[in-house]
């Protein structure tokens, strides 16, 4: 499927996928066994792609239909509407046109807006947010799912972003009654803001409470990430790499594998068959990502209000800041106030700049950190 085998985009096969062995069978387990399941961990982790890859499993695709649903850049129950039934309708086309007649005359409300490409098949023609009657295609898209022909697995990615909208406060309350009226479907909740995923599912004064089996992912144990690159190295040209390489990176990253695969795939580029990747070529990998990065990372800098973009880089500087509203954090890094590092600091959180886990605030993405080390303090 591609020349090099450290993918950095979507799922691209088994082949290419690390390990996850246990993960995969625990939610294989859960989801066939009518476990409602809250997939927590940070972003790039690989919570899509272990889905992904558990949908894609013989015995997944033989006997139920998978539906995976991203409603990360939803800022409305409209919007979830129409992501949710195009996901739907795209993931029953290569299933035949028997599949998809079923859901598109379970579409009352909605289906003057399909229509029909050169070969027949349909096309979601809503536009994002042009859903008329959300609740209404809601309920029809729920009628589907309760009286398809095969049992449903939906996966609904970046599930925080529904306690974003504005439109419908009761939207939390609203999808726990739908789920717990359609038997013939099983849900993944999957989200990278742990605060917030954790807020919803276990708060008991949340719609939510205890409807899940709460699964925390975490980073692929060293060993395993290590084997798996060595093996990938071999393929196309028998590369091999340092067991020390994988380390350092891996160490560096924490163990996300975003970006060990970012990096991974960098030095494999670098290296020529036959030949060995050496600790020496680490510093090269990053630094080239780093200046393909730049203007980007140099744009967001320069997009943030001032107050947000002080208190980042003050965050930044600590790399684990704690206690950021205190006299002591505003002195040190001179800003004006406690009060506005509290508003900084939620416009940052809500933006993805940074994020906070056990009272420290640290750079969400590791490459952007690293970014502003080497061009603000080296």
């Known amino acids: 499927?591609?020349?090099?085998?450290?993918?950095?985009?979507?799922?691209?096969?088994?082949?290419?996928?690390?390990?996850?062995?246990?993960?995969?069978?625990?939610?294989?387990?859960?989801?066939?066994?009518?476990?409602?399941?809250?997939?927590?961990?940070?972003?790039?982790?690989?919570?899509?792609?272990?889905?992904?890859?558990?949908?894609?499993?013989?015995?997944?695709?033989?006997?139920?239909?998978?539906?995976?649903?991203?409603?990360?850049?939803?800022?409305?129950v409209s919007d979830f509407v129409n992501v949710l039934g195009k996901s739907i309708l795209d993931s029953l086309k290569p299933k035949g046109r028997k599949a998809w007649e079923?859901?598109?005359?379970?579409?009352?409300?909605?289906?003057?807006?399909?229509?029909?490409?050169?070969?027949?098949?349909?096309?979601?023609?809503?536009?994002?947010?042009?859903?008329?009657?959300p609740s209404v295609t809601l309920d029809e898209i729920f009628e589907y799912l309760g009286n398809a022909d095969r049992h449903c697995f939906v996966a609904i990615d970046e599930f925080q972003q529904i306690t974003r909208y504005k439109d419908n406060k009761n939207i939390e309350a609203m999808l726990r009654t739908y789920i717990q009226r359609c038997p013939n479907a099983t849900f993944v909740f999957s989200g990278s803001q742990r605060h917030l995923m954790g807020e919803m599912f276990v708060s008991p004064s949340r719609p939510f409470y205890q409807s899940t089996?709460?699964?925390?992912?975490?980073?692929?144990?060293?060993?395993?990430?290590?084997?798996?690159?060595?093996?990938?190295?071999?393929?196309?040209?028998?590369?091999?790499?340092?067991?020390?390489?994988?380390?350092?990176?891996?160490?560096?990253?924490?163990?996300?594998?975003?970006?060990?695969?970012?990096?991974?795939?960098?030095?494999?580029?670098?290296?020529?068959?036959?030949?060995?990747?050496?600790?020496?070529?680490?510093?090269?990998?990053?630094?080239?990502?780093?200046?393909?990065?730049?203007?980007?990372?140099?744009a967001l800098l320069c997009q943030m209000p001032e107050k947000q973009r002080n208190v980042f880089l003050a965050i930044a500087s600590e790399r684990r800041a704690k206690a950021i509203s205190s006299a002591a954090f505003v002195k040190k890094y001179n800003l004006p106030s406690a009060s506005s590092v509290v508003s900084a600091i939620k416009g940052l959180v809500e933006k993805d700049f940074v994020?906070?886990?056990?009272?420290?605030?640290?750079?969400?993405?590791?490459?952007?950190?690293?970014?502003?080390?080497?061009?603000?303090?080296?």
């Open 1 to 76: 499927m591609t020349d090099n085998p450290f993918v950095t985009s979507g799922y691209a096969g088994p082949e290419y996928f690390c390990d996850r062995v246990e993960e995969t069978q625990t939610l294989m387990d859960l989801l066939t066994n009518g476990n409602n399941v809250a997939l927590i961990s940070p972003r790039r982790l690989g919570k899509t792609d272990l889905i992904h890859h558990c949908f894609n499993q013989l015995e997944m695709l033989d006997d139920y239909y998978t539906f995976i649903i991203d409603i990360y850049a939803t800022d409305s």
């Open 102 to 133: 079923v859901f598109l005359n379970a579409l009352r409300s909605v289906r003057s807006e399909i229509t029909f490409d050169i070969n027949n098949n349909p096309v979601w023609g809503i536009g994002v947010g042009a859903t008329e009657s």
């Open 213 to 298: 089996t709460i699964f925390n992912l975490h980073a692929i144990p060293l060993d395993k990430y290590t084997e798996f690159a060595e093996r990938q190295f071999a393929i196309n040209g028998n590369r091999k790499i340092s067991r020390d390489v994988v380390e350092a990176i891996y160490n560096q990253f924490n163990g996300v594998t975003s970006y060990l695969q970012k990096i991974m795939n960098i030095l494999y580029m670098k290296t020529s068959p036959g030949a060995t990747c050496h600790y020496e070529m680490i510093e090269s990998a990053i630094q080239s990502y780093l200046q393909l990065s730049s203007d980007t990372y140099e």
């Open 355 to 378: 994020t906070h886990e056990k009272n420290e605030y640290y750079v969400y993405d590791l490459f952007f950190q690293l970014w502003i080390e080497k061009c603000y303090w080296r």
